[in-house]
């Protein structure tokens, strides 16, 4: 490494103060708003990136599962009860079923102890996974997931079928292009929003949750989650830039806003 690029990188440190806690590499030497999911840059942390323990208890219930998830100080082993503000909310919970059937997107409440809560309704026993997001106050983004069963699960399902074709939601016809994914690598995924009877761009998209628009992407074995928001702001499509770590077959969820409404669209597609 030459002199040159070491003190450019000393530069960048000094000068970036800010930084957006779900993309990280967007960072600057003043307040502005990201420039992928819009979120206001927040003061960046010190440099310490230890991974904070959670545990997570499911508890069956008559409509579902009662979840609780106690987040743990890395040093101390003391509950942590103070979050940084990600996306309007401390905590961002994501649950989905093994058979892309069910899918949903919380927010846990905090409870007096520390520990957070959210009853959870599921369509039928069986395996779920949980992927929860957050960032403790002086720490790093944190993302926590774990699969947890019913009462009563049968066994596993098989692979949930291919279902990569566009879907009619709530007026609007949404289409995937996921031509370029590939196993291991980033790569664009371009979403295409119509009107469903015109055929006409949509371009009233509101923002929600921080962002412009939401994608999870889940593998079927409900052992890899991704989320994450769009890049760009072409009228009538969102550009996504997922990071897929193998290939597979994975369970869509793409999440967006008009009119105060929020259409959740599934797709499930295989990656090369």
């Known amino acids: 490494m030459t002199a040159l690029v070491i003190k450019m990188l000393a530069a960048l440190l000094v000068i970036a103060q800010f930084w957006c806690p779900m993309h990280p590499d967007e960072r600057a030497d003043a307040r502005r708003a990201c420039s992928i999911c819009g ?34 100080h890395p ?34 409440v905090q409870q007096s ?51 990569a074709g566009a879907k009619l939601a709530d007026g609007v016809r949404v289409a995937l292009d996921a031509s ?26 509101e923002p929600y949750l921080g962002a412009r628009a939401h994608l999870f992407a889940i593998s079927s074995d409900l052992t890899e989650a991704i989320h994450g928001h769009p890049d760009g702001a072409r009228t009538g499509a969102l550009t996504f830039v997922p990071l897929l770590p193998r290939p597979g077959r994975y369970m869509i969820w793409l999440q967006f806003q008009r009119g105060g409404q929020v259409s959740t669209v599934p797709f499930v597609i295989d990656v090369p």
Do not use: K
Request: no cysteine; glycine share 8%.
């Open 113 to 163: 102890d520390g520990v957070f809560m959210l009853d959870v309704t599921l369509p039928h026993p069986g395996a779920f996974m949980a992927i929860a997001e957050f960032l403790p106050e002086g720490g790093t983004p944190q993302t926590f997931q774990q699969i947890f069963t019913t009462a009563g699960s049968p066994a596993r399902r098989p692979p949930p079928a291919l279902d």
């Open 39 to 72: 979120m206001q840059l927040v003061p960046m942390p010190p440099a310490a990136f230890a991974t904070y323990p959670v545990d997570l208890r499911a508890t069956t219930t008559l409509a579902g599962a009662r979840l609780r998830l106690t987040v743990r």
């Open 180 to 205: 370029q994914l590939r196993g291991g690598s980033s790569a664009p995924l371009v979403v295409t929003i119509e009107d469903g009877t015109s055929g006409a761009p949509v371009n009233d998209i």
């Open 75 to 108: 040093a101390t082993n003391a509950i942590v009860r103070r979050y940084a503000i990600v996306h309007e909310r401390p905590m961002h919970l994501f649950v989905v079923g093994d058979d892309a059937g069910f899918f949903a997107h919380d927010h846990p």
